[in-house]
């Protein structure tokens, strides 16, 4: 029995462990009006194992930021000032500059009627460790949807190299009468002679047609 309790919190201690290791590295911004309220949110997050968190009161600045710096979390509250939060949000979006999380009070809009950058929308007295659930869940959510971003963005351009490869494939077999198979050696032979990428060669043949 003891060697099960020990053994629980070994496992226990050792999730623990990860979980801070994880959050060493997480940035976060802050934008807020009150710079002593938005201090309070700095020294939270700093002690909870964030890696860094800069704290501003001019969205411009902040969007400067995020541009220079690699930063998961964006975290405003209802004093924001400049641009209104939906503008700012369809820029963090459109550039894919991190997750936001608002704080403020009921008379905000739904999270529908915001872009996806928002993550989620937070009474301002929401407890410590529901905040810090949301901002840990805000980027892990993130991080995922980044990813995926990325692998339709390769799945989308190696569809467009195989487009633009089958249409070089089909000149080759009809002007030189060989197989496909042939034609697409007779690619990878002249690109590896040329130097250059399939693609780009298969643009130059398509090109000079």
């Known amino acids: 029995m003891l060697f099960f309790l020990c053994k629980n919190i070994d496992r226990i201690i050792l999730l623990r462990i990860r979980r801070v290791k994880l959050l060493l590295h997480e ?9 002593k309220k938005g201090k309070v949110y700095q020294n939270l997050f700093l002690n909870s194992g964030f890696k860094t968190a800069l704290l501003t ?19 405003l509250d209802d004093t924001f000032q400049g641009m209104s939060f939906k503008q700012f949000a369809d820029v963090i979006d459109y550039e894919n500059l991190g997750a936001i999380i608002i704080l403020g009070t009921d008379s905000l809009p739904s999270l ?17 460790e529901m905040l810090l659930n949301s901002a840990r869940m805000a980027i892990r959510q993130y991080k995922i949807n980044t990813r995926l971003k990325e692998e339709l963005k390769d799945l989308r351009k ?4 195989k487009k633009v490869i089958d249409q070089a494939k089909f000149f080759l077999m009809d002007k030189y009468k060989i197989d496909e198979s ?14 250059v ?6 643009e130059s043949i398509i090109s000079e047609k």
Not at 57 to 75: A, M, N, S, V
Not at 158 to 161: E, F, P, R, T, Y
């Open 27 to 35: 940035k976060i911004l802050i934008i807020m009006q009150d710079q």
């Open 57 to 75: 009161d001019d969205p411009f600045k902040g969007i400067r930021i995020l541009r220079t710096q690699e930063i998961q979390l964006i975290l």
């Open 112 to 128: 529908q009627d915001f872009p996806p950058s928002v993550y989620g929308i937070l009474n301002t007295q929401v407890s410590r």
């Open 158 to 161: 190696k569809l467009s190299d």
């Open 182 to 195: 042939e034609a697409y050696d007779r690619l990878k032979k002249v690109s590896m002679d040329k130097r």
């Open 197 to 202: 990428s399939i693609r780009k060669l298969a």
